[in-house]
């Protein structure tokens, strides 16, 4: 086999505990092989490296899961701030996307990339447009990624809506099991309210048939709640069950506003919420309930949501945005702790894309980031769970790898051009803006 050995450092285990040991990785089979002490791995391998990446002063975990994001909205990052979530949709993001070129989406789709690989993301689940260009980047990148094409139907005619719809379904198809193994689908509408009610009932039984999960906007704002109930006579979570919506494998992004029996029937589903902290702080969408979420048993991950909104994809922020929102919400200062964020970035990001990694242990996904622990603003490490959450950043990564592959070795990004991405990403988007002004 072709042994890569991670050495020297402390591993996150599955339980939350650190422990001085090295890391085996399979690169044939993108697996980790072993974890022990370094005198021992060897042995439990029966070989010696073939290659050593040097984890000394530093912690290695399982690589970040970016659970909800729109990757190439990096391209529209600063470019509309200081609003809520509709108008900032549809005065500003709306008529920006209506100009985007599938090579615009890559070029986004490739800066979201670096930057995600920057920062010790392995995987992501990403609803947008030009889902084949998105795609090819991550293939490239060597990332993992749940991919969806985001269905709307509003303001679109019967033809359009059915279009889109079946865009969406074919896109879950065609693209499921890409970049060998690494991309999953899963049908995408963008919301309970920007989809009209007999395309979600008819996507969502292909979506069935096809054997892909659904992911969708839920419960984000109350301005987005209150027209449901108010013309459905029932909550959100209620109409999603009553769509076929609500399964095991589905995934909603944010979940702010969910009351009491909504948070049971989450549990109940096994519909897992991903979280967006930032997103809901910056347009001031409220405080999801997440340790309820959490007690009640939901599954709970972590997203950016698109860098227009957040403005970074770095999935260390949003672990200590979700701690301190967590406890504002809960008005309890133990709630969400420490432990718990690192664990919805890890393992709970990965059960909710139901993607592998998550977990540092023989058998799992070799999908790892290396945190240097030895920055002044990391120093002493009294607790290193408690400084991933609350004072670590994306640029403390020293090393990423997904799938056996080293994504990134000393800061340099080996998969894409870093300087070439972020040059092309800067052209584009200042293009796509005079088209938009031009427009206008
Ligand atoms: C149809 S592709 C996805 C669509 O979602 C938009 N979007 C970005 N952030 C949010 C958010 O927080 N809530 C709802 N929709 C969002 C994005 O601009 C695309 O149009
Ligand atoms: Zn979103």
């Given at each position: 086999?072709?042994?890569?050995?991670?050495?020297?450092?402390?591993?996150?285990?599955?339980?939350?505990?650190?422990?001085?040991?090295?890391?085996?990785?399979?690169?044939?089979?993108?697996?980790?092989?072993?974890?022990?002490?370094?005198?021992?791995?060897?042995?439990?391998?029966?070989?010696?490296?073939?290659?050593?990446?040097?984890?000394?002063?530093?912690?290695?975990?399982?690589?970040?899961?970016?659970?909800?994001?729109?990757?190439?909205?990096?391209?529209?990052?600063?470019?509309?701030?200081?609003?809520?979530?509709?108008?900032?949709?549809?005065?500003?993001?709306?008529?920006?996307?209506?100009?985007?070129?599938?090579?615009?989406?890559?070029?986004?789709?490739?800066?979201?990339?670096?930057?995600?690989?920057?920062?010790?993301?392995?995987?992501?689940?990403?609803?947008?447009?030009?889902?084949?260009?998105?795609?090819?980047?991550?293939?490239?990148?060597?990332?993992?990624?749940?991919?969806?094409?985001?269905?709307?139907?509003?303001?679109?005619?019967?033809?359009?809506?059915?279009?889109?719809?079946?865009?969406?379904?074919?896109?879950?198809?065609?693209?499921?099991?890409?970049?060998?193994?690494?991309?999953?689908?899963?049908?995408?509408?963008?919301?309970?309210?920007?989809?009209?009610?007999?395309?979600?009932?008819?996507?969502?039984?292909?979506?069935?048939?096809?054997?892909?999960?659904?992911?969708?906007?839920?419960?984000?704002?109350?301005?987005?709640?209150?027209?449901?109930?108010?013309?459905?006579?029932?909550?959100?979570?209620?109409?999603?069950?009553?769509?076929?919506?609500?399964?095991?494998?589905?995934?909603?992004?944010?979940?702010?506003?969910?009351?009491?029996?909504?948070?049971?029937?989450?549990?109940?589903?096994g519909t897992a919420v991903v979280h967006c902290p930032a997103s809901n702080m910056k347009l001031a969408s409220g405080m999801a309930p997440?340790?309820?979420?959490?007690?009640?048993?939901?599954?709970?991950?972590?997203?950016?949501?698109?860098?227009?909104?957040?403005?970074?994809?770095?999935?260390?922020?949003?672990?200590?945005?979700?701690?301190?929102?967590?406890?504002?919400?809960?008005?309890?200062?133990?709630?969400?702790?420490?432990?718990?964020?690192?664990?919805?970035?890890?393992?709970?990001?990965?059960?909710?894309?139901?993607?592998?990694g998550g977990r540092i242990e023989a058998g799992a996904a070799a999908d790892l980031a290396v945190v240097g622990l030895d920055a002044p603003?990391?120093?002493?490490?009294?607790?290193?769970?408690?400084?991933?959450?609350?004072?670590?950043?994306?640029?403390?990564?020293?090393?990423?790898?997904?799938?056996?592959?080293?994504?990134?070795?000393?800061?340099?990004?080996?998969?894409?051009?870093?300087?070439?991405?972020?040059?092309?990403?800067?052209?584009?988007?200042?293009?796509?803006?005079?088209?938009?002004?031009?427009?206008?």
């Amino acid at each position: 086999m072709d042994y890569l050995r991670v050495a020297g450092g402390r591993v996150l285990r599955p339980d939350g505990r650190v422990e001085r040991a090295d890391v085996a990785v399979d690169r044939d089979e993108g697996t980790i092989r072993a974890v022990g002490p370094p005198d021992e791995v060897d042995d439990a391998v029966g070989a010696t490296a073939d290659e050593t990446l040097d984890a000394s002063d530093s912690l290695v975990i399982p690589g970040l899961v970016n659970a909800h994001t729109h990757v190439a909205m990096t391209l529209l990052r600063g470019y509309a701030d200081d609003k809520p979530l509709d108008p900032w949709l549809r005065e500003d993001i709306w008529p920006a996307e209506a100009e985007l070129t599938p090579d615009d989406v890559e070029a986004g789709a490739a800066l979201g990339a670096v930057e995600m690989i920057r920062s010790g993301t392995t995987a992501f689940a990403d609803m947008y447009f030009e889902t084949d260009r998105v795609a090819d980047v991550v293939d490239r990148a060597g990332l993992r990624a749940r991919l969806g094409h985001g269905v709307v139907t509003v303001g679109k005619d019967d033809a359009d809506a059915r279009a889109d719809v079946e865009e969406g379904l074919a896109v879950a198809r065609d693209l499921d099991g890409a970049a060998d193994g690494r991309i999953r689908t899963a049908f995408m509408p963008h919301s309970l309210t920007t989809v009209g009610e007999e395309y979600l009932r008819e996507g969502v039984a292909e979506a069935r048939e096809a054997d892909v999960p659904v992911h969708l906007h839920a419960n984000e704002t109350t301005d987005e709640v209150d027209p449901i109930v108010d013309e459905r006579g029932e909550r959100p979570i209620a109409y999603a069950e009553s769509l076929d919506a609500l399964g095991p494998d589905d995934f909603f992004a944010h979940g702010v506003h969910v009351d009491e029996g909504e948070v049971d029937r989450l549990a109940e589903a096994g519909t897992a919420v991903v979280h967006c902290p930032a997103s809901n702080m910056k347009l001031a969408s409220g405080m999801a309930p997440v340790q309820r979420l959490r007690e009640a048993g939901v599954t709970v991950a972590l997203g950016t949501d698109g860098a227009a909104s957040n403005n970074d994809l770095d999935v260390f922020d949003e672990m200590r945005d979700a701690a301190m929102i967590g406890k504002l919400a809960a008005d309890d200062a133990s709630a969400v702790p420490a432990e718990a964020v690192v664990e919805m970035a890890t393992a709970g990001g990965a059960d909710a894309l139901n993607l592998p990694g998550g977990r540092i242990e023989a058998g799992a996904a070799a999908d790892l980031a290396v945190v240097g622990l030895d920055a002044p603003h990391l120093t002493p490490v009294h607790d290193p769970v408690s400084h991933l959450a609350y004072a670590a950043r994306g640029g403390d990564v020293r090393h990423t790898v997904c799938d056996g592959e080293i994504l990134m070795r000393d800061r340099e990004v080996l998969t894409l051009d870093a300087e070439a991405v972020q040059e092309r990403a800067a052209e584009a988007a200042a293009d796509l803006v005079d088209r938009v002004d031009a427009a206008e």
